[in-house]
C-alpha cells in the first residue's frame, strides 16, 4: 500500500531503504516556501535504529502491512520480551530495544497487541494506560498542590513513577507506558 | 479538538513571562516603539504557501469576512511608512492547516520588530543583543545550555546558504543556482523530483539535510542569503541571485526570519499578483488583498529591516522546555 506522506502517524510501519521502520514522530510543516513537509523519525524494527526522514507532503510512501495480535506476555531476560499467540500457543519475542522502556510497565500474564509482518514479530502496540499497584512510596508531606507537587512511588513493576501526594501504598493506578506518566487512581 | 489544562507547565510558563519581560524592556530602552495591532483584518498579504482562518463579521443584514491575521506585517508597515520610528509588535498569529506539535501550532505569538534604516545585517545585531540580555536576565551570563548544546550570546556563527549547502549537503554553488543541476543533484540524492519544483526539493533538503546542523556550534548561527526564489519581501542582493534574507538557529531550532524590506511598490504588486495565483490554483481561501499596504509603500516606507521570530520557539529555549506546548498552562490538542 502507498499513502502520501502527510497522512503518516506515529505508529505506522514504513519501507524506507528496503527495510522496515516504524514512525515515532510526525510533524507536518510549512516552510516559507515550496511543499510542505512531513518531518518524521523513524525507527529500524530490527536494529532499533532512529533515522530522520523529511518527505515532501504530498510523496508517496509505502506502507507495510501488519497485523495486530493479541498474545499473553509472558516474561522477559535481559534482551527479549516473550509472548505467547493463545489461538495456537506458538511464542514469540521482541528484542527489548525496540520495545523500549513501554517494557518497564508491562505485567505478566497480561494480555497485549504484537505486530507481525509476514508472520515475524516486528513491535508491540503500547497500551494507552496500564493499572499498576503502587507498593512503596512516602506519606504525603504538605506541598505546593498547585504547581502539581510530585513524589516518587514504586510499582508493582518494579519501576518508579511520579505520583501526586495524596498517592499511598496500596493503591492502584494508572500510567501512560509511553511517558511513565501518572493518569489516575482506579478502583480494584 | 480537545482543550488542555496543564498546571504542571507552571515553572516554563514562569520563564516564558520572564522572556516576555525581557523583550519588552530591551526593545524599550533600545528605542523601538511597542504597537497594538488588531488580530482580525478585512484584507491581507497575500502568501501562496500558508493557509488563513476565516470568519465573519454581522450586523442585522450586513456581512462581512474577516480573517485572522498569520502576522502584524500587514498593520506595522502601515504604520511605519506613517513616520512612526523603529517599532515591535508581540502579537498572537494564527495560520490555518498547521497541527500543533512540539514547534507548530495554529495559533501562536509573533515577535516582529522593525529598524529603519537598516538592512537585515544591522538588524541582526540587535537581535544579538536582545538574546544576549534575556541570557543575562534569566542565567546572569552570557551563554545557556538546550538540550545539551551550549549556545554563547556573544557573537553569531554566521553561514551563508550557499556555504551550508556545500559543507553539510555536498552541492556547490553552480548545482545550487542552476534549477535543472540542482534536480539532478537532488535526484541523485535519492529524493524523488518527478513532479516537484526546485523550491519543493531546496526545502526539503534544507529540511533534511541543513537544518539539523545549525545553531550547534557553541553560538547561534545566522544563515544568509537565500536563492532568490525564496525572497518573499526581501530585497534582492546586488547578485540577482539571493535575497537579503536570514533565518536564525539555536541547537537545530529555527526561530525567526528577517528581511531587508522590498520597498520597490511596483516589484511588491508583481509578487502579490503571482501569490495571488498560486493561492488560487492550490484551493487555499481567497481573501482581499490589502492594496492600501501597496500604496504605503509606494508613499513612504523607508529602507528598512524587518524580523519575525516565533515567540513560544524563543521561551522554549529559554525554559529548557522539549516543546512550545510545555510553556502553555493551557492547551488545544487535535487527537486526529
Given amino acids: 500500500m502507498r499513502t502520501n506522506a502527510g497522512n503518516l502517524k506515529k505508529g505506522e510501519f514504513i519501507f524506507y531503504q528496503g527495510e522496515v521502520w516504524q514512525i515515532q514522530k510526525a510533524d507536518f510543516y510549512s516552510p516559507g516556501k515550496g511543499s510542505a513537509l512531513m518531518k518524521t523519525r523513524v525507527k529500524n524494527v530490527k536494529s532499533a535504529k532512529n533515522v530522520d526522514i523529511t518527505y515532501k507532503s504530498n510523496e508517496s510512501v509505502e506502507t507495510v502491512d501488519v497485523e495486530s495480535v493479541e498474545m499473553q506476555y509472558l516474561y522477559k531476560d535481559t534482551e527479549n520480551i516473550y509472548f505467547m499467540d493463545s489461538r495456537n500457543y506458538n511464542q514469540y519475542s521482541l528484542p527489548l530495544n525496540i520495545v523500549g522502556t513501554v517494557a518497564d510497565y508491562l505485567k505478566e500474564g497480561q494480555r497485549y497487541f504484537v505486530y507481525l509482518h509476514d508472520e515475524q514479530p516486528i513491535s508491540m502496540r503500547p497500551p494507552m494506560s496500564v493499572r499498576l499497584k503502587v507498593i512503596s512510596t512516602e506519606e504525603a508531606v504538605k506541598g505546593d498542590t498547585v504547581s502539581g507537587a510530585k513524589k516518587p512511588a514504586q510499582v508493582e513493576t518494579g519501576v518508579t513513577v511520579m505520583v501526586p501526594l495524596f498517592v499511598k501504598a496500596g493503591e492502584i493506578i494508572t500510567i501512560n507506558p509511553e511517558t511513565g506518566q501518572y493518569g489516575e487512581r482506579v478502583k480494584e | ?279 488560487l490554483r492550490t484551493g487555499k481561501i481567497m481573501h482581499p488583498v490589502d492594496k492600501d499596504f501597496l500604496e504605503a509603500l509606494q508613499y513612504g516606507l523607508e529602507n528598512c529591516a524587518g524580523i519575525a521570530i516565533g515567540f513560544e520557539r524563543l521561551a522554549m529555549i529559554f525554559a529548557g522546555a522539549a516543546s512550545i506546548q510545555e510553556l502553555k498552562l493551557i492547551t488545544i490538542t487535535d487527537n486526529l
Fill in chain 2, 1 to 279: 479538538m480537545q482543550i488542555h489544562t496543564n498546571p504542571q507547565n507552571l515553572k516554563y510558563y514562569k520563564v516564558y513571562l520572564k522572556v516576555e519581560e525581557g523583550v519588552h524592556s530591551f526593545l524599550k530602552k533600545n528605542g523601538y516603539l511597542k504597537i497594538d495591532v488588531p488580530v482580525l483584518s478585512p484584507a491581507l498579504i497575500p502568501e501562496s504557501y500558508l493557509e488563513v482562518f476565516k470568519t465573519e463579521y454581522r450586523f442585522f443584514n450586513r456581512k462581512e469576512p474577516l480573517y485572522l491575521t498569520p502576522s502584524p506585517e500587514l498593520f506595522l508597515k502601515r504604520i511605519l511608512s506613517k513616520g512612526v520610528g523603529n517599532c515591535y509588535s508581540l502579537v498572537k498569529a494564527f495560520r490555518n492547516h498547521e497541527p500543533p506539535s512540539s514547534l507548530h501550532s495554529f495559533e501562536f505569538t509573533m515577535l516582529e520588530i522593525y529598524k529603519l534604516n537598516s538592512n537585515y545585517l544591522d538588524l541582526a545585531e540587535d537581535l544579538l543583543a536582545l538574546l544576549r540580555h534575556l541570557c543575562n536576565q534569566i542565567f546572569q551570563k552570557d551563554h545557556l545550555v538546550f538540550k545539551g548544546v551550549i549556545v554563547d550570546f556573544r557573537k553569531w556563527e554566521k553561514i551563508t546558504v550557499s556555504e551550508a549547502f556545500r559543507k553539510f549537503a555536498s552541492v556547490n554553488e553552480r548545482e545550487l543556482f542552476d534549477r535543472e543541476s540542482f534536480l539532478r543533484r537532488a535526484k541523485k540524492k535519492g529524493y524523488v523530483v518527478d513532479g516537484y519544483s526546485y523550491e519543493d526539493l531546496f526545502s526539503q533538503i534544507y529540511v533534511q539535510e541543513i537544518e539539523p546542523n545549525l545553531g550547534k556550534n557553541g553560538f547561534p548561527t545566522l544563515i544568509y542569503d537565500y536563492p532568490r526564489q525564496f525572497a518573499a519581501l526581501a530585497k534582492l542582493n546586488k547578485d540577482k541571485k539571493t535575497a537579503q534574507r536570514f533565518e536564525f538557529y539555536i541547537a537545530g531550532v529555527e526561530l525567526g526570519d528577517c528581511y531587508s524590506e522590498l520597498t520597490d511598490w511596483k516589484e511588491q504588486e508583481a509578487r502579490f499578483v503571482e501569490e495571488e495565483k498560486k493561492r
